[in-house]
């Protein structure tokens, strides 16, 4: 079967939390010095999107939004399979909140055209937030099933299992079609032959890099600098705290014996 | 006057505990604001809930009951939340949404809709003021009062980040189940009860529910539980929860729980984890064993009345927080602390 045409996946590049390395002592992170990763979340969303294309057809294409490194991810997921990338890369997004990067996105993929299906991470690990997926559809004024975990296409409608607290549901949605992937999706394959290849290749012919990496800015997409970066964003974060050692009083107790009667006391 | 709205979740017709929770937060809020609370509850055959989130805090309620309406689904929701608050004159100035899979699949969008800000998954709330003086965003600059500080862990939660978002109401905030505490139920409150217009287009009713699957769990659910007694990697194997389960068998209803090493070892089932990634507990007694005691873990046992650790590195991180310590091999001390436990 092969139905589907156009395939987006959404995917971010983030400091990796699991290195020491760019993190301040006071727990901020100085964004150069630390080592950056594809979002690990989006490694579920860029296998959904290979599924989709394998099972239904389709060309996938790849779209982040960050500083010009963030082209390593694209490279990355052209390993994987993907078959063409955007990079959204502006300093007037530096900054943006869920609202201003959702709307950057949302003009991308009008840029971009018609789409059948467009596969979101859960979540950042740096925004940490889960909101620019739903704001994405929200825009596109399309439907969306969060948390999936399992899907399949069936008479042109998606068929989808996603979280909720407890168990799960099974819903049934038309295309176009916005889909969260839950961290219970599929993990990752191995980069593909073809794709490191395809890779190596770029890396050389700046012509072929041209043919598979699309670089826009603001202007390309048609965006409004207004709703962008800091200024564009509703929220501001006014201030970080580390967050405080609560008691530093905890009473060391000499062994069992001392601790069944505290407990008992406790318990009371 | 000014409003905070929560939005009220329920399965099958029976409020969530979030529902009491997100009241209760509202509760504290609108007391320094001098404001009401008022609850948005979408559903079917519903109305025999109202009285109960009267009692919860609400002044009054917005009602929508539909068909299509007796379960969550993002468009419907969407489409009558939004309509409504945008034919407000005066919108409110607050709106928290759980953050469940409901209100984090719906929330966003609203946001959207009324180009509000939203903080995600938020662990405290308060009110204060906001003095913006920025050179590159004069437009926006000035004095703003009566804020929203929506307060969150951020960057891996070794800090915790205050994000507002003045401009625009409602100021809007999805609150981590678990978190906030509902306040004593006041019986026989009265309250208003507004309904609310239902215009459902096609498009809106588009998604399909074709089932819904949820545990029934007979075992005692680890938010709400009074006692537990959580492991962590220093257990060293899945059998050390035997050990675990002894020292719980002590106890009238305590739980296991444990920390993601754990989970990720495969020892214990997801369900048991505790922590930011996992459940939020409020216990009134904890004992962690072989736990190290790491920010994300600690997000989600800080409200313990009482902490007990075990752990046989005395600088482990945990000691900075627990109220009461034995530093030692859990091996050892926790056979000696069941033979006391039972001789009692
Ligand atoms: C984004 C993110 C989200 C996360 N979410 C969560 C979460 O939700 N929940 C969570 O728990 N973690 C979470 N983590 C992981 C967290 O950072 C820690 O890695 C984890 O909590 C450590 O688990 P632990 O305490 O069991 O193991 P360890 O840190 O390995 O600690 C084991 C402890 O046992 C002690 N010990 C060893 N042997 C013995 C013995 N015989 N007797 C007594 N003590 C002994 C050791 O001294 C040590 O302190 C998250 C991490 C990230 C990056
Ligand atoms: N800058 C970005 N570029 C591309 N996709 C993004 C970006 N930010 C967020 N997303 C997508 O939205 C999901 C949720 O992100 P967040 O709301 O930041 O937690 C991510 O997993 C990505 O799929």
């Given at each position: 079967m092969s139905f589907l045409k156009n395939i987006f996946v959404l995917i971010k590049q983030v400091p990796d939390q699991g290195s020491k390395a760019g993190v301040n002592l006071d727990g901020t992170i100085d964004r150069a010095k630390a080592r950056r990763m594809l979002n690990p979340f989006d490694r579920y969303a860029l296998q959904a999107a290979l599924d989709a294309k394998k099972n239904y057809g389709g060309q996938i294409t790849a779209i982040t939004m960050g500083p010009p490194l963030a082209i390593e991810i694209l490279f990355e997921a052209l390993e994987h399979g993907v078959d063409n990338t955007i990079l959204l890369s502006d300093r007037s997004l530096a900054g943006s909140d869920t609202w201003a990067t959702s709307y950057a996105l949302k003009k991308t993929i009008n840029y971009l055209g018609e789409f059948d299906l467009i596969f979101c991470g859960l979540q950042t690990t740096d925004g940490d937030t889960a909101q620019v997926g739903s704001q994405i559809a929200e825009r596109l004024n399309i439907p969306q099933i969060t948390y999936c975990e399992d899907f399949k296409i069936e008479n042109e409608k998606i068929i989808a299992r996603r979280v909720i607290e407890g168990g799960h549901q099974t819903l049934k949605a038309p295309l176009p079609c916005l889909i969260t992937v839950a961290n219970s999706y599929k993990a990752l394959k191995y980069k593909t032959i073809h794709g490191a290849k395809l890779v190596q290749d770029i890396m050389r012919e700046e012509e072929k890099k041209n043919k598979y990496i699309k670089i826009l800015n603001i202007n390309d997409i048609k965006?409004?600098?207004?709703?962008?970066?800091i200024k564009g964003s509703p929220t501001i974060v006014s201030k970080t705290e580390k967050i405080s050692e609560i008691s530093g009083n905890c009473k060391i107790l000499k062994g069992s014996k001392e601790l069944s009667l505290e407990l008992k006391e406790i318990l009371k | 006057m000014k409003e905070i709205l929560v939005l009220a979740e329920h399965v099958d017709n029976k409020l969530s505990p979030i529902t009491f929770e997100l009241l209760g937060a509202a509760r504290s809020l609108a007391d320094k604001l001098q404001a009401r609370v008022a609850c948005f509850l979408l559903g079917y055959n519903i109305k025999d809930q109202i009285q109960a989130l009267f009692s919860a805090g609400a002044d009054r309620v917005y009602i929508a009951e539909h068909p299509e309406l007796k379960d969550y689904r993002t468009l419907p929701y969407n489409k009558i939340i939004s309509d409504y608050i945008s034919s407000l004159e005066i919108k409110p100035h607050i709106f928290l949404i759980g953050a469940t899979t409901t209100g984090r699949d719906l929330a966003p969008r609203l946001a959207c809709k009324f180009n509000s800000g939203l903080t995600a998954d938020c662990t405290e709330l308060d009110i204060g003021e906001f003095d913006y003086n920025s050179k590159t965003d004069i437009k926006r600059s000035g004095l703003y009062k009566d804020c929203l500080y929506a307060i969150r862990p951020s960057f891996g939660e070794s800090l915790k980040a205050r994000i507002l978002g003045p401009w625009n109401n409602p100021q809007m905030a999805t609150i981590r189940p678990g978190i906030m505490l509902p306040i004593k139920p006041i019986e026989n409150k009265q309250g208003e009860i507004i309904e609310v217009p239902i215009n459902l287009t096609k498009n809106d009713l588009e998604i399909e529910i074709i089932e819904s699957f949820r545990e029934i769990n007979n075992e005692i659910d680890l938010s709400s539980a009074e006692i537990i007694i959580e492991g962590g990697?220093?257990?060293?194997?899945?059998?050390?929860f035997d050990l675990l389960r002894e020292l719980a068998g002590c106890f009238n209803n305590a739980s296991l729980g444990a920390t993601r090493k754990v989970i990720d070892e495969g020892w214990m089932p997801y369900k048991y984890q505790i922590g930011q990634t996992g459940k939020t507990v409020r216990p009134k007694l904890l004992i962690a064993c072989?736990?190290?005691?790491a920010i994300q873990q600690r997000i989600g046992i800080q409200n313990a009345g009482c902490i007990v650790a075990i752990n046989?590195?005395?600088?482990?991180?945990?000691f900075r927080f627990a109220h009461y310590g034995i530093i030692g091999d859990l091996y050892h001390v926790i056979p000696e602390l069941i033979k006391e436990l039972k001789e009692f």
């Open positions: 965006a409004n600098p207004d709703f962008l970066g | 990697y220093g257990l060293a194997n899945a059998q050390g072989g736990v190290s005691g046989k590195d005395a600088c482990a991180p945990i």
